[in-house]
């Protein structure tokens, strides 16, 4: 789960299916990839995780920029600290497979 975002007391009223399945989609993804590399390490399979996170940010963002009205100030919070963590989670794929220090 990403500091400060908690989902369950995240207004979510009026926000559509899609964006809903998408934040989930979105925190679970940089939980997996976070959960992976503290486990086993810098390997393809977290690379991979990476990715899918990257895509999910992705994602979100379209729906947000399509669905202006959907930009709550807690949506808008949660994909700037998603684009942080991902971007942590980058500068750790790019180093050599194995085990963190």
């Known amino acids: 789960m990403l500091a400060g975002f908690d989902e369950q007391h995240a207004p979510h009223k009026n926000r559509p299916p899609v964006v809903e ?3 989930a989609g979105l925190v679970a993804a940089i939980a997996e ?3 992976r590399a ?3 390490g810098i390997d393809a399979q977290f690379r991979e995780l ?3 996170a990257r895509e999910m940010h992705e994602l979100l963002i379209e729906a947000l ?4 009205p959907l930009q709550t100030e807690y949506l ?3 994909s700037v600290t998603a684009e942080n963590a991902i971007d942590h989670l980058d500068a750790l794929a790019t180093m050599p497979d194995g085990k963190m220090q």
């Open 50 to 52: 990476v990715r899918h």
């Open 21 to 23: 399945r998408l934040a």
């Open 38 to 40: 503290k486990e086993f």
């Open 33 to 35: 990839a976070s959960a």
């Open 76 to 78: 808008s919070g949660l």
């Open 65 to 68: 920029v399509d669905n202006e």
